[in-house]
């Protein structure tokens, strides 16, 4: 039987980064925990095996490196995602597009059937097309909504969180 709780996936890096200084927790994570509080959801965090930097530029740099050989950096364990219905799907956006590494994840996985939600983080981008990348890439799924994108410096703000319950609130 499916499990009825939700799942959030999500990759966000700490550290430091744009517009924020540096950070304990990642901008698109604070949202992450938002969803999980509100919601009840279980939480898988994309961890990548191979850390990123905690240099912003430094992370700038391999980062466009990784996108452009099309890489598909390794994560560290896994979850099953056949148990869950209902999969919210959190990352920043790097270079217009998502991390590479969630292009991982999501090529590890069936997403038959499912339904996904995705929510995102930028400094200017907007979901940078990539809502339209992922109805491509989820073969099998169903988008749910607009999705949800708020720039990570606001996402770090009490208006923010309030923004992104009020979002929930009408899914
Ligand atoms: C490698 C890298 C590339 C980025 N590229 C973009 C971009 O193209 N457009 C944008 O609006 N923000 C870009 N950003 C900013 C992040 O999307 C933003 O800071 C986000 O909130 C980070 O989320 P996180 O703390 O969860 O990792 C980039 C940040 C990094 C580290």
Do not use: C
């Not at 590479?100 to 940078?128: C, L, Q, R």
């Amino acid at each position: 039987m499916n499990n009825k709780k939700p799942l959030v996936v999500y990759f966000s890096r700490a550290d430091e980064n744009y517009n924020v200084g540096t950070l304990e927790v990642g901008n698109t994570e604070l949202l992450a925990k938002e969803i999980i509080a509100k919601t009840g959801a279980d939480e898988f965090k994309i961890e990548p095996k191979n850390q990123y930097p905690k240099n912003y530029q430094e992370t700038i740099d391999l980062a466009t490196k990784e996108q452009s050989t099309n890489a598909r950096p390794e994560y560290l364990n896994d979850i099953d995602i056949k148990d869950y219905d209902t999969i919210f799907l959190g990352y920043p956006i790097w270079w217009e597009d998502l991390p590479m590494i969630v292009y991982s994840f999501i090529e590890k996985h069936d997403w038959n059937g499912k339904t996904v939600i995705p929510f995102n983080t930028h400094e200017g981008s907007g979901n940078a097309n990539t809502y339209e990348i992922l109805k491509a890439k989820l073969q099998g799924a169903t988008l749910k909504g607009d999705g949800f994108n708020m720039s990570g410096s606001i996402a770090r703000t009490d208006e923010g969180i309030q923004k992104l319950d009020t979002w929930l609130e009408s899914l």
